[in-house]
């Protein structure tokens, strides 16, 4: 028993040295992005302030945006990306240290399992965010869109399986050479390749709309009621509201930027909505 942990201790204290022995690295990284950063949010905020004043037909000026938000649900996603490793790395600690009793076998499955699950969930959220920007592009998507939406539960349960499937793959993909029935190693590779490769599309294409959805695809507004008129909250700017006033026709927004006043930020009655389209722009 002390010989085990002996060993234990001897493994985990390699692992603390090895992060030490990278520390110039690692400070050398942090250096080149905190550099890179300043430059990289002055250009998002230019390259979103073009985008406003051509959308909007407003002084860009007015307008502002940072990339932290970007950033940060960029780490997010390669932090959970890495994540989905963990299980494999624990399955091969502990039969590297013969530690293969059933404690940790099963703390590695429950935990591919969980892992999975996550990433499965953040996939749902990409596919509806997919969907939600293809479905403009032609008739086809939109049907395939009707269909998922009509069968919500369906398409979310099949989507957190993708991404079980796909945990438990990476964990147990090199266990399966012990298995004696060549069919369930050849289903269970396929499996593993198809959920893989649906889990991998649905993310990629889910973040690369996410980060570039532009202020054309917005359909999230405040409205505000001053002195019993109605009004689009457009941006904030130096204390102040931007509005527009605005009409409704046939469900379609219409925003009448070519008049646009600055109101006090608690001024008036205030409501969320969410547009089924973008809104028509009235220069």
Same mark, same amino acid.
């Given at each position: 028993?002390?010989?085990?942990?002996?060993?234990?201790?001897?493994?985990?204290?390699?692992?603390?040295?090895?992060?030490?022995?990278?520390?110039?690295?690692?400070?050398?990284?942090?250096?080149?992005?905190?550099?890179?950063?300043?430059?990289?949010?002055?250009?998002?905020?230019?390259?979103?302030?073009?985008?406003?004043?051509?959308?909007?037909?407003?002084?860009?000026?007015?307008?502002?945006?940072?990339?932290?938000?970007?950033?940060?649900?960029?780490?997010?996603?390669?932090?959970?990306?890495?994540?989905?490793?963990?299980?494999?790395?624990?399955?091969?600690?502990?039969?590297?240290?013969?530690?293969?009793?059933?404690?940790?076998?099963?703390?590695?499955?429950?935990?591919?399992?969980?892992?999975?699950?996550?990433?499965?969930?953040?996939?749902?959220?990409?596919?509806?965010?997919?969907?939600?920007?293809?479905?403009?592009?032609?008739?086809?998507?939109?049907?395939?869109?009707?269909?998922?939406?009509?069968?919500?539960?369906?398409?979310?349960?099949?989507?957190?399986?993708?991404?079980?499937?796909?945990?438990?793959? &990476?964990?147990?993909?090199?266990?399966?050479? &012990?298995?004696?029935? @060549?069919?369930? @190693?050849?289903?269970?590779?396929?499996?593993?390749?198809?959920? &893989?490769?649906?889990?991998?599309?649905?993310?990629?294409?889910?973040?690369? &709309?996410?980060?570039?959805?532009?202020?054309?695809?917005?359909?999230?507004?405040?409205?505000?009621?001053?002195?019993?008129?109605?009004?689009?909250?457009?941006?904030?700017?130096?204390?102040?509201?931007?509005?527009?006033?605005?009409?409704?026709?046939?469900?379609?927004?219409?925003?009448?930027?070519?008049?646009?006043?600055?109101?006090?930020?608690?001024?008036?009655?205030?409501?969320?909505?969410?547009?089924?389209?973008?809104?028509?722009?009235?220069?």
């Amino acid at each position: 028993m002390a010989k085990k942990k002996k060993i234990k201790c001897k493994a985990d204290a390699s692992i603390v040295e090895n992060i030490f022995s990278k520390k110039d690295l690692i400070l050398s990284v942090t250096g080149v992005l905190t550099v890179l950063y300043p430059i990289a949010n002055t250009i998002y905020k230019m390259i979103y302030q073009s985008e406003c004043e051509k959308y909007y037909s407003l002084p860009g000026r007015y307008f502002y945006a940072s990339i932290d938000n970007s950033l940060v649900y960029l780490g997010a996603i390669i932090i959970l990306s890495l994540i989905c490793f963990m299980p494999s790395y624990m399955k091969k600690h502990d039969e590297n240290q013969k530690n293969t009793t059933k404690g940790p076998v099963v703390y590695t499955l429950l935990l591919a399992i969980v892992i999975g699950m996550e990433w499965g969930m953040i996939n749902v959220f990409n596919l509806s965010t997919i969907m939600k920007q293809a479905y403009k592009t032609n008739h086809f998507f939109g049907c395939i869109n009707d269909i998922l939406n009509r069968n919500a539960y369906v398409t979310v349960s099949v989507v957190i399986l993708l991404g079980i499937i796909t945990v438990l793959g &990476f964990t147990y993909m090199d266990g399966m050479k &012990f298995v004696r029935w @060549r069919v369930v @190693r050849n289903i269970w590779k396929k499996l593993f390749v198809i959920s &893989f490769s649906l889990s991998l599309l649905i993310m990629v294409y889910g973040s690369i &709309f996410k980060l570039s959805i532009s202020i054309e695809d917005k359909t999230k507004y405040e409205v505000v009621t001053v002195e019993d008129k109605d009004y689009v909250v457009l941006t904030e700017y130096h204390d102040k509201l931007l509005v527009v006033p605005y009409e409704i026709d046939d469900e379609q927004y219409i925003f009448e930027t070519k008049q646009y006043i600055f109101v006090d930020l608690f001024e008036g009655v205030y409501k969320y909505i969410d547009m089924e389209r973008s809104p028509k722009i009235m220069p």
